[in-house]
C-alpha cells in the first residue's frame, strides 16, 4: 500500500455533524465510530465521534474525531486544507458549499498568476483554499 497523508481534524463534540456536512460538500462515503463502540467511553460522550473518515469517489479522504475530555484542543485556525485541480465545475462547487454560512477571506476570483484562488473558513472554522487552475496556454506563443 502506498503512503497517503490525509487531514485529521479534531473538534470539540460536533465531528458528526462536521463530518456529514463534509460528507454533503464532497460526496463519497462516510464510517463513524463512537467511543460508545469500543467499551466505556470514561468521561467522554459515549455517542462522541472516536474516529471518521469519509473517502470520496475522487480519492479524497479526510478524518475526524471529537476531542476527549481532559486533551487540548486548538480552534481550526492551525490548519488550512487545500483543494486545488482543473475541474472548475467541481472546485466552484466545493467552494460554494464550504463558504456558505462560514467566512470568505478572498473571493474565488481570477488571480495575477492566472488562476481562480480563494480562501475561506467554513462554519466549523477550518480554513479551505481553493485553487482553479487557468489556461495554461493563454499567453503562451502559438506554435504556428
Given at each position: 500500500?502506498?503512503?497517503?497523508l490525509?487531514?485529521?481534524?479534531?473538534?470539540?463534540?460536533?465531528?458528526?455533524?462536521?463530518?456529514?456536512?463534509?460528507?454533503?460538500?464532497?460526496?463519497?462515503?462516510?464510517?463513524?465510530?463512537?467511543?460508545?463502540?469500543?467499551?466505556?467511553?470514561?468521561e467522554?460522550?459515549?455517542?462522541?465521534?472516536?474516529?471518521?473518515?469519509?473517502?470520496?469517489?475522487?480519492g479524497?479522504?479526510?478524518?475526524?474525531?471529537?476531542?476527549?475530555?481532559?486533551?487540548?484542543?486548538?480552534?481550526?485556525?492551525?490548519?488550512?486544507?487545500?483543494?486545488?485541480?482543473?475541474?472548475?465545475?467541481?472546485?466552484?462547487?466545493?467552494?460554494?458549499?464550504?463558504?456558505?454560512?462560514?467566512?470568505?477571506?478572498?473571493?474565488?476570483?481570477?488571480?495575477?498568476?492566472?488562476?481562480?484562488?480563494?480562501?475561506?473558513?467554513?462554519?466549523?472554522?477550518?480554513?479551505?483554499?481553493?485553487?482553479?487552475?487557468?489556461?495554461?496556454?493563454?499567453?503562451?506563443?502559438?506554435?504556428?
Open positions: 500500500m502506498a503512503t497517503t490525509n487531514p485529521y481534524i479534531q473538534f470539540q463534540d460536533n465531528a458528526r455533524e462536521a463530518m456529514e456536512f463534509y460528507q454533503s460538500v464532497f460526496g463519497g462515503e462516510l464510517n463513524v465510530s463512537t467511543f460508545g463502540e469500543y467499551g466505556d467511553p470514561g467522554a460522550s459515549a455517542d462522541g465521534v472516536m474516529h471518521a473518515g469519509l473517502r470520496t469517489p475522487g479524497l479522504t479526510l478524518m475526524a474525531a471529537d476531542t476527549p475530555p481532559g486533551m487540548p484542543r486548538l480552534e481550526g485556525s492551525s490548519i488550512t486544507i487545500s483543494l486545488s485541480g482543473d475541474d472548475a465545475d467541481e472546485l466552484r462547487g466545493y467552494w460554494d458549499k464550504l463558504s456558505d454560512g462560514g467566512r470568505v477571506d478572498v473571493p474565488l476570483e481570477k488571480q495575477m498568476w492566472g488562476d481562480e484562488f480563494g480562501m475561506c473558513a467554513d462554519k466549523f472554522g477550518i480554513g479551505w483554499m481553493v485553487n482553479i487552475a487557468g489556461d495554461q496556454a493563454a499567453g503562451q506563443p502559438s506554435a504556428e
